[in-house]
């Protein structure tokens, strides 16, 4: 139905600032910049005397302290000279510690910095300095926020406030534009499903500063449901044997243990589910999925906190007659690949309803954009 798209690209979050934002709010060039990539015939002595805009950026929204710094010419491809990351040890509260957080950003930043200014070119100040000014945790943006408005004053450069989900959204264009692909690549109008621990949200990009949300969660985050599901269905030797809190990474892990074994195939009766309650005696809700007449079916919503509940109460009762073993490895195995096929399809349903209703106002979506860091599930990319 949607072969005119062009490609589904996956994008993990890894600096949330682009620099087609950053140079937006500064200067209007992109004339120039675009011309740029148009010419490649440039002498030597021409690619060497270029102007060069910098930014270094800080991003502390959640758990990471990243900074980076990004080098913007006019002349050539875009780079990234430094990137470093530094996150949080939380592995002893199983997840997220706003606190923990908040003493490693205050811990992590300075030494961060310390190192990106090293590769300033020629040792000179950046143009400006950019930095995550939410959504996130408060405590976590304020370090961020502080230190970023140190450097700026101290440097007598402008400060540029980023909004995070904004750059999840153009974060496409920043890795497009570092691999030479230019700046403008993909075009607008693009649509991109941006599903994380804290998001969960499909928006269409129709300009540099004009994106609007189609959908969003009423209630919990896909990532935040898989993590909590991770917690409980993945056998707790195999949680403590890991040094990290990445829940969803482990879930898929235990999951696939082997990897991919098979591509997706879409069934219009739910088979899956037949055979799961025959064999184990459960099967796992559809998210709004309602009546076919009244119900929430047609809902430009996302919901997981029905589905993460299913699982809880299934666990629960087992616990109650079995203990800690409830259930041998393979049920777990199958619920957890259950877990992340019923999460899959209810963000593809989704999708396919917003490319259905754009089209219906002569809206041509060419390019779909997975961003976040649950984009970096195996299985979602087969879905």
């Given at each position: 139905?949607?072969?005119?798209?062009?490609?589904?690209?996956?994008?993990?979050?890894?600096?949330?600032?682009?620099?087609?934002?950053?140079?937006s709010?500064?200067?209007?060039?992109?004339?120039?910049?675009?011309?740029?990539?148009?010419?490649?015939?440039?002498?030597?002595?021409?690619?060497?005397?270029?102007?060069?805009?910098?930014?270094?950026?800080?991003?502390?929204?959640?758990?990471?302290?990243?900074?980076a710094?990004?080098?913007?010419?006019?002349?050539?491809?875009?780079?990234?000279?430094?990137?470093?990351?530094?996150?949080?040890d939380?592995?002893?509260?199983?997840?997220?510690?706003?606190?923990?957080?908040?003493?490693?950003?205050?811990?992590?930043?300075?030494?961060?910095?310390?190192?990106?200014?090293?590769?300033?070119?020629?040792?000179?100040?950046?143009?400006?300095?950019?930095?995550?000014?939410?959504?996130?945790?408060?405590?976590?943006?304020?370090?961020?926020?502080?230190?970023?408005?140190?450097?700026?004053?101290?440097?007598?450069?402008?400060?540029?406030?980023?909004?995070?989900?904004?750059?999840?959204?153009?974060?496409?264009?920043?890795?497009?534009?570092?691999?030479?692909?230019?700046?403008?690549?993909?075009?607008?109008?693009?649509?991109?499903?941006?599903?994380?621990?804290?998001?969960?949200?499909?928006?269409?990009?129709?300009?540099?500063?004009?994106?609007?949300?189609?959908?969003?969660?009423?209630?919990?985050?896909?990532?935040d449901?898989?993590?909590?599901?991770?917690?409980?269905?993945?056998?707790?030797?195999?949680?403590k044997?890991?040094?990290?809190?990445?829940?969803?990474?482990?879930?898929?892990?235990?999951?696939?243990?082997?990897?991919?074994?098979?591509?997706?195939?879409?069934?219009?009766?739910?088979?899956?589910?037949?055979?799961?309650?025959?064999r184990?005696?459960?099967?796992?809700?559809?998210?709004?999925?309602?009546?076919?007449?009244?119900?929430?079916?047609?809902?430009?919503?996302?919901?997981?906190?029905?589905?993460?509940s299913?699982?809880?109460?299934?666990?629960?009762?087992r616990?109650?007659?079995?203990?800690?073993?409830?259930?041998?490895?393979?049920e777990?195995?199958?619920?957890?690949?259950?877990?992340?096929?019923?999460?899959?399809?209810?963000?593809?349903?989704?999708?396919?309803?917003?490319?259905?209703?754009?089209?219906?106002?002569?809206?041509?979506?060419?390019?779909?954009?997975?961003?976040?860091?649950?984009?970096?599930?195996?299985?979602?990319?087969?879905?």
């Amino acid at each position: 139905m949607y072969k005119h798209m062009r490609a589904v690209r996956f994008f993990g979050t890894v600096a949330r600032f682009t620099s087609s934002h950053l140079r937006s709010q500064i200067r209007s060039r992109e004339a120039t910049l675009t011309t740029g990539f148009r010419n490649q015939q440039i002498s030597q002595h021409q690619y060497r005397s270029q102007r060069w805009f910098t930014v270094l950026g800080v991003e502390s929204s959640c758990d990471d302290s990243s900074v980076a710094i990004l080098q913007i010419p006019d002349f050539g491809k875009p780079t990234l000279p430094f990137h470093g990351k530094i996150t949080a040890d939380t592995t002893k509260f199983l997840g997220i510690n706003p606190i923990t957080a908040f003493q490693s950003h205050r811990r992590s930043l300075a030494p961060l910095i310390q190192d990106a200014i090293k590769h300033l070119p020629d040792g000179r100040k950046p143009d400006i300095v950019a930095v995550t000014r939410g959504p996130g945790m408060v405590s976590s943006l304020d370090v961020g926020l502080e230190t970023a408005k140190g450097l700026a004053l101290a440097w007598d450069v402008p400060l540029v406030g980023v909004n995070h989900m904004q750059a999840h959204a153009l974060t496409v264009r920043l890795c497009r534009a570092l691999e030479g692909n230019g700046l403008d690549n993909p075009q607008y109008p693009f649509l991109s499903l941006l599903v994380s621990g804290g998001h969960t949200m499909i928006v269409v990009s129709w300009s540099l500063t004009d994106h609007e949300v189609l959908a969003e969660t009423i209630d919990t985050a896909v990532g935040d449901c898989i993590d909590k599901v991770a917690r409980v269905v993945v056998p707790e030797e195999v949680v403590k044997s890991k040094k990290d809190t990445n829940y969803g990474k482990m879930l898929e892990e235990f999951a696939f243990s082997g990897g991919i074994d098979s591509k997706y195939e879409v069934s219009k009766t739910d088979l899956i589910g037949d055979r799961l309650q025959e064999r184990y005696g459960w099967r796992l809700p559809v998210s709004l999925g309602g009546a076919k007449k009244g119900g929430h079916r047609g809902l430009m919503k996302f919901s997981f906190a029905g589905l993460r509940s299913s699982v809880d109460r299934l666990v629960d009762t087992r616990r109650k007659t079995k203990g800690d073993d409830w259930a041998e490895v393979d049920e777990r195995t199958a619920l957890s690949r259950e877990v992340m096929r019923r999460c899959w399809e209810h963000l593809a349903s989704r999708v396919i309803m917003t490319l259905e209703s754009l089209r219906e106002k002569d809206v041509d979506i060419e390019t779909i954009v997975v961003s976040g860091g649950v984009a970096s599930n195996a299985f979602l990319r087969e879905v």
